[in-house]
């Protein structure tokens, strides 16, 4: 990143610009409206925008709007906010990472796809959204993460993943930790990711620049996902907030929010499971919970830089004011809300996703509380490109929310349903989870909807998520339910997750042969496991003795 603005080439700063976009929007929006269908075939990209998706990792969709965002200066999203549309309810399908985009990139909910985990994603010829705009006519382009077909997925999140129904208790993660590197001057602390960033900017500055048919760019950041702590051992994950003091520079330490956490007796039995299992339940002083957050929210502004990276070179090529710009992520960050870190969890910091839209025909300055989700993309995108939309998608377009159209341009589209859906089955939660959220209510559901408690909460009086109204309002609770099973046979789903865990591991253990002791023993668990290994052995025969009707 280079220039006084931070951009390689950049001409004007990121407020100039919003202004000149502001003026620009208005002015095509007044002779004509790019996105509307009613002017051309239906399949035919001609005269179709073309469209920029910037899909980050781990981003608090809340931070893209008030009070959230007065943590850290974002100036490319505030950007989008000015001239395009910020969707104030958009969730994942999936708070982890190959599920929610492999919901994304098929349009389908996660018990539809079975990526029950970061390890079982798509099949890899499966038909995108990106494949159907190449059918027709759209140049297409993709550099970074995609991840739908199998994510980053250690031998140990696999086996951590298959064996959550076992009766034990085990550290997994290694404690979250900040660490600071470089000077005031180091600003590509995820290298990789503005490598990728590169690449895409200057695709668009040497060759989309002279392409006649409409584009479709896709461009997926790694950050802010937690960085790899390979001091925890040989098998280890995500537990190192990185950034630099750049970065760091962009957060006001003092509008920092400490969590409240409750006592660790009082969580929900799956809390605490998750809690401890990503080795979050012992004692963190003020400094490091505040340092956690504040770290996150500076690798949070590295990740908006790239983002304002593709916008200036859109700008610099005259290509913006006939590009719709979406920027979004697969799902939130914990950030030691709820006293733990990472994803994995239906509380609105874990599954609350940004979602901002602009461009020609794109309203501006414009805020939606309506709720969507990542499968929405799928739907949306075809809309752009006006190639008729498939009717077995568990999405809907957002094109008519988005849009200032005539109200009989948008008639024949299915209109959103009032809410959407979550589900999780991977690893460091020892129950599949299911969640329905509707205008103010977040229903939460597990297993087999009996032998653990659900959780109900109202955001509008609770945005916090503190405490459980469940059995205080057990109408709600009910209705909620039946809707959500009206979706979802979540019983079942959790019951076929069960035996495809059986199965896997089983699979997994025959294949180690006599190696199976000491292969399982090395695992993330290791400190925990070396301590009792057969009662851990022990656990894990036991679990494979019980049987489960599908």
Request: glycine share 6%; proline share 6%; aromatic share 12%.
């Amino acid at each position: 990143m280079r220039g006084r603005c931070g951009g390689g080439g950049r001409t004007m700063g990121l407020a100039a610009l919003a202004l000149l976009l502001l003026a620009a929007t208005r002015w095509e929006g007044a002779k004509a409206r790019p996105v509307a269908r009613g002017r051309l075939d239906a399949g035919s990209s001609q005269g179709a925008p073309s469209v920029v998706l910037v899909m980050c990792d781990s981003f608090d969709g809340r931070l893209t709007f008030y009070p959230g965002n007065q943590t850290v200066t974002l100036p490319s999203i505030n950007l989008i906010k000015q001239c395009g549309t910020v969707f104030l309810n958009a969730y994942t399908n999936s708070p982890i990472c190959c599920p929610s985009r492999a919901a994304m990139w098929s349009g389908l909910f996660t018990h539809l796809t079975e990526s029950w985990n970061n390890f079982k994603g798509l099949d890899p010829n499966y038909t995108t959204w990106m494949d159907l705009m190449q059918k027709h006519g759209y140049h297409t382009q993709k550099y970074g993460k995609i991840d739908y077909t199998s994510g980053h997925h250690s031998v140990s999140n696999r086996v951590e993943a298959w064996t959550r129904d076992v009766d034990f208790l085990l550290r997994q993660e290694g404690r979250p930790m900040v660490n600071l590197t470089g000077n005031k001057t180091f600003v590509r602390v995820m290298e990789k990711d503005w490598q990728n960033t590169d690449k895409a900017a200057s695709w668009i500055r040497n060759e989309a620049i002279n392409i006649s048919q409409p584009f479709v760019l896709y461009l997926g950041l790694n950050l802010p996902h937690p960085y790899p702590s390979p001091s925890t051992g040989e098998n280890f994950g995500s537990s190192t907030f990185l950034t630099s003091p750049y970065w760091l520079e962009k957060v006001r330490y003092e509008a920092i929010k400490i969590p409240k956490w409750p006592p660790l007796s009082d969580m929900h039995p799956v809390d605490y499971y998750s809690s401890y299992t990503k080795n979050c339940t012992g004692k963190f002083t003020i400094k490091e919970i505040r340092d956690i957050r504040a770290f996150y929210y500076a690798m949070c502004a590295e990740t908006d830089a790239m983002l304002g990276e593709i916008i200036s070179a859109l700008s610099d090529t005259g290509l913006l004011k006939r590009t719709i710009v979406i920027f979004t992520a697969d799902h939130g960050e914990l950030a030691m809300e709820h006293q733990q870190f990472y994803k994995m969890s239906m509380y609105e910091a874990s599954s609350h996703v940004p979602l901002l839209v602009m461009g020609p025909g794109i309203k501006v300055h414009h805020h939606l509380s309506n709720v969507v989700s990542l499968v929405d993309i799928y739907p949306t995108m075809l809309d752009i490109a006006r190639i008729p939309v498939l009717q077995n998608l568990s999405g809907y377009s957002l094109l008519p929310l988005l849009v200032e159209t005539a109200e009989d341009e948008h008639s024949f589209r299915r209109p959103h349903a009032p809410w959407v859906l979550s589900e999780f089955h991977g690893c460091n939660v020892n129950s599949s989870t299911y969640m329905l959220r509707t205008d103010k209510w977040k229903y939460i559901a597990y297993s087999d909807g009996h032998s653990v408690p659900p959780q109900l909460f109202d955001l509008s009086a609770d945005p916090d998520e503190l405490t459980n109204i469940a059995t205080t309002f057990p109408e709600v609770t009910h209705s909620l339910d039946k809707k959500l099973r009206s979706i979802v046979n979540y019983p079942r789903v959790s019951a076929f997750v069960h035996k495809y865990n059986k199965k896997q591991f089983i699979n997994w253990k025959q294949s180690l042969g006599q190696n199976y002791s000491s292969v399982i023993a090395n695992l993330r668990w290791h400190q925990d496991w070396f301590k009792e290994p057969r009662k851990y052995e022990d656990a894990i025969h036991r679990w494979l003795q019980r049987n489960i009707n599908v």
